[in-house]
Structures are given as C-alpha cells and as structure tokens.
C-alpha cells in the first residue's frame, strides 16, 4: 500500500504536472501501505499526477454512459487518502454522520495484525465534495468510531454534524452501504475524493485471503484492469453503478509483481495456492459492516450478524 505525500513533493508535482490534489497536510499514518499516497520518488509522483488529469480529462470527454449516475457527492478528501459520508440501509437523519476511509489511513498510524481502534477522540477534518468534485464545506470528526486492519481495512469517524444537517447546509446525501455480498461481473466506480477522479470497471471475482505483508484480508474485491488506482485512491468508496450503493472501500494493489509484500498483496485460496496478479487492485467488502451499527449509528461488536474485529 503506497506512502503520504509531503509537502515539498506536492509543491514539485504541482509545479510539475499542473495539478493539485485536493489536501496538502501529510499524515504518516499510511507510510508504507496500500493506495495512500507513493513517496517513493518524485517521479512517481509527478507520473501519477499527469495520469490523473489526462484520464479524468478523457472521462469528460468519452464517459461511459453506465457511470453517469455516479458521482462525486458525498465523497471527502481526507490529507492524505479518499473517503466518504456513508450511512447504513437503517440509519436516520439525525443519527451521527460517519465517514468511512481505511484503516490505515487513521491519523494515530496503521493498526498492527490484530489492532482494533474504537471510540478514540479524534478532531480530524474532511474535504466534502459536491457532485462535480467541488469542495462545498469541512467536516470534523468527534472521534474515530472503529478503525482496523484486521480481516479488512477500513475505519470511520464519527463526525461533528448529522446527515440531515449536512444535507440542509449543503443539498448532499450520504452514500448508503449496501448490506448483500457484491456480485461477480457487477460494473462498479471507485470515486477518489483526493484525486476527484472516477475510475470505473466491473467486479473481476474474489480473493479468499488477500496476504501483504504482514496483514490479510478475507473475501477481498478483484477489480478488472480498467480500475487503475493511484496513491491517494485508498479509503474511494467502490460504488454499484445500477444501485448507487457501496459495495466495498478501496485499498490496495500489486505494484511490481512481488509475492505478498506491501505494496504487491497475492491472493490465497482455500489450498493455500498462491496467486499473483501485477498491476490488479483491490477493494475490502462492506457489507457486514451495517449489522455492527445500531440505533444512532452506535457501534455495536456484539450485535447479531457483527462479524468485524473485536478489540
């Protein structure tokens, strides 16, 4: 999973490519890991920059008429990865909003094997976007209300501000996790609020551990080719394109063909055969997760159908 951005390699980019992204301020807590953003060089971050812009230039100007409903409303960008306002099919307006990114995205750093992070004070701000990609206001967080790399990779916040108040301030609906498995085949969008980009494919198949480094994942998305994610893309809701719904949140890739490194996850089956697919992405499924929140989106680990990680 790829590194933050620090300042002087933003200026240089910017200087370089001509285009911004949409935070500056780093945060170290994806420094190695995933689809945060590469510091590996500043060519690589330059490259990533113009890629950016050519593709979402060429979806302006050819879209793909099955992605039109998607957009970017609702999406954040957070300093260093994408994210965005979710709600489950039985959350209410006045309940708490929650944003939804990955585990290790957090600011606290990336969870170790094993690490849960519930109910942590947090003041972190977001980037919310409107539906062409334009900043509309800043969220604050009141505290990190789950985050973890364990099984998944995935963490929300607890924001400041209810989903009916932001749609009163700002005319934006939450994004709604859908809560039935994704389907093979099924033509998704994964929308970057970082790099207000939208990549869009189709669901590829499953891979039943998805190993990097140290961490695994359980029954992970494989996108088809087309989704070529970036530094900056980790936490991007991957969106059903028929349904509008999020299907899983974006997270990682293999990079340079290695076996089951950071930054080049393989996948494992069910014999222990190992796969590896260079230049193939990947999301982490969401559809557990609404059976884990409850009455004004309170965590509950211990709920019926709750199968994440207990700290």
């Given at each position: 999973?790829?590194?933050?951005?620090?300042?002087?390699?933003?200026?240089?980019?910017?200087?370089?490519?001509?285009?911004?992204?949409?935070?500056?301020?780093?945060?170290?807590?994806?420094?190695?890991?995933?689809?945060?953003?590469?510091?590996?060089s500043v060519t690589s971050v330059v490259n990533d920059t113009v890629a950016s812009t050519a593709d979402t230039l060429g979806q302006v100007l050819s879209p793909n008429a099955?992605?039109?409903?998607?957009?970017?409303?609702?999406?954040?960008?957070?300093?260093?990865?994408?994210?965005?306002v979710v709600r489950f099919p039985a959350s209410e307006d006045n309940?708490?909003?929650?944003?939804?990114?990955?585990?290790?995205?957090?600011?606290t750093g990336m969870p170790g094997p094993g690490d849960v992070v519930?109910?942590?004070?947090?003041?972190?701000?977001?980037?919310?976007?409107?539906a062409s990609g334009s900043k509309v206001a800043t969220l604050r967080a009141s505290k990190i209300a789950y985050g973890t790399m364990t099984d998944t990779?995935?963490?929300?916040?607890?924001?400041?501000?209810?989903?009916?108040?932001?749609?009163?301030?700002?005319?934006?609906?939450?994004?709604?996790?859908?809560?039935?498995?994704?389907?093979?085949?099924?033509?998704?969008?994964?929308?970057?609020?970082?790099?207000?980009?939208?990549?869009s494919c189709n669901i590829d198949g499953f891979a039943y551990r998805l190993k990097e480094g140290d961490w695994t994942f359980k029954d992970s998305v494989r996108y088809t080719s087309a989704c070529n994610?970036?530094?900056?893309?980790s936490g991007s809701p991957v969106i059903d394109q028929a349904s509008n719904k999020v299907v899983a949140v974006n997270n990682t890739g293999n990079e340079s063909g290695e076996r089951c490194t950071v930054n080049n996850p393989c996948e494992v089956d069910e014999s222990g055969n190992v796969t590896v697919r260079?230049?193939?992405?990947?999301?982490?499924?969401?559809?557990?997760?609404?059976?884990?929140?409850?009455?004004?989106?309170?965590?509950?680990?211990?709920?019926?159908?709750c199968v994440l990680p207990k700290p």
């Open positions: 999973m790829r590194k933050p951005l620090g300042a002087a390699l933003l200026a240089l980019a910017i200087a370089g490519a001509g285009a911004a992204p949409a935070a500056a301020a780093p945060v170290d807590s994806a420094a190695s890991f995933g689809k945060g953003l590469d510091t590996g099955k992605a039109k409903a998607v957009n970017f409303a609702g999406t954040v960008a957070l300093s260093n990865c994408s994210g965005s309940d708490p909003a929650l944003v939804m990114t990955n585990g290790h995205c957090l600011e519930v109910d942590q004070a947090s003041s972190r701000t977001f980037s919310l976007l409107n990779d995935v963490a929300f916040y607890q924001l400041t501000t209810t989903y009916a108040q932001i749609k009163s301030s700002y005319s934006i609906n939450a994004l709604t996790v859908a809560d039935t498995h994704p389907v093979k085949g099924t033509a998704i969008t994964v929308a970057s609020g970082y790099w207000k980009r939208l990549y994610t970036i530094g900056g893309t260079q230049g193939i992405n990947y999301a982490q499924e969401t559809y557990q997760i609404p059976a884990c929140f409850g009455v004004d989106n309170k965590l509950d680990l211990n709920a019926s159908g």
